[in-house]
């Protein structure tokens, strides 16, 4: 029986698709975050307080959960069961400079508490579990670029506890504030034993983040 | 008193990115935590920065935030009798 492709969103500061179909939109860089979450999401004013790296992994979750048409409160089983396992190159770099500038100059230093909490990569996580309410695992890994065969491997390692059943997977970055790329994708357990099947459709979604 | 209040606003909306609030939908009676504009912990010592920062007040005791806190109207008072700039 053929398996079916794992469903997928796409996301940088100029592009967005959802299973390969592209979204329309306006705006670019940071503001093309604001647009997504305006068109397509519209009802978590949290979303205006975080750092780059949480928006793009929040609007990539939220176009993929809409895709899939998933339950936002799903069983208690389904909650305890879903893990999040993100990857990035640059993990917090960006809100570590936003924070350090409000500590820069002695005779002008407030340090910014809502700048300071997103100097750690695994807020985004953070942020899609309190959401969606999801009580599973959640991991962010740093590496200089993705690579389908490691993630692969990271996620069939994830499945081994016995309690997760699906994993949002998926790459997130963010450089700079108006500088983003993000992939994003739910593997189930059932897809988990075959890596090299799970390889193969990561690298796709990689070739197209890397060619946009 | 009316112009610090609005000015107020404008600073706390800027702050605490509250993008889809405009001044004149904060409530100056309403609580400015839990019901009314629904700030958390973060925003409280957000708060205590701006108040810092904009009006010179060091507020030794987080504490009394609870306190200060409580509305715009009772924000804005306490402003003005202790701001040192």
């Given at each position: ?15 967005v698709s959802v299973?390969?179909?592209e979204l329309e939109h ?187 | ?85």
């Amino acid at each position: 029986m053929e398996r079916r492709e794992l469903d997928f969103v796409v996301l940088n500061q100029g592009y967005v698709s959802v299973n390969g179909r592209e979204l329309e939109h306006e705006a670019s860089g940071n503001a093309l975050l604001t647009e997504l979450y305006r068109n397509h999401i519209a009802d978590w004013p949290k979303f205006f307080k975080m750092d780059t790296l949480s928006k793009a992994g929040f609007v990539a979750s939220e176009l993929l959960i809409k895709e899939l048409g998933e339950h936002r409160l799903g069983s208690e089983e389904f909650a305890q069961g879903r893990a999040i396992v993100l990857f990035g190159a640059t993990a917090s770099l960006c809100a570590d400079r936003n924070y350090q500038e409000t500590i820069q100059d002695k005779d002008n230093y407030y340090p910014s508490p809502a700048l300071f909490v997103y100097t750690l990569p695994n807020i985004v996580t953070g942020e899609i579990a309190i959401r969606n309410h999801w009580r599973g695992e959640t991991s962010f890994y740093v590496t200089e670029a993705p690579d389908a065969a490691q993630m692969a491997f990271h996620l069939a390692c994830a499945f081994q506890d016995q309690v997760t059943d699906s994993i949002l997977a998926g790459w997130v970055d963010s450089s700079r504030n108006d500088d983003f790329q993000a992939f994003m994708t739910v593997v189930r357990r059932e897809d988990a034993a075959d890596t090299g099947w799970i390889e193969g459709q990561l690298k796709r979604m990689i070739n197209i983040l890397n060619n946009k | 008193m009316e112009e610090m209040i609005l000015k107020l606003k404008q600073e706390i909306i800027e702050v605490l990115n509250l993008e889809d609030i405009k001044p004149e939908e904060i409530d100056n009676d309403a609580p400015l935590f839990g019901e009314g504009l629904g700030l958390d912990s973060i925003d409280a010592l957000e708060l205590i920065v701006l108040m810092e920062k904009n009006y010179g007040i060091k507020l030794q005791d987080p504490a009394k935030g609870k306190e200060i806190f409580k509305s715009i109207n009772v924000m804005a008072d306490y402003i003005q009798k202790n701001r040192t700039r």
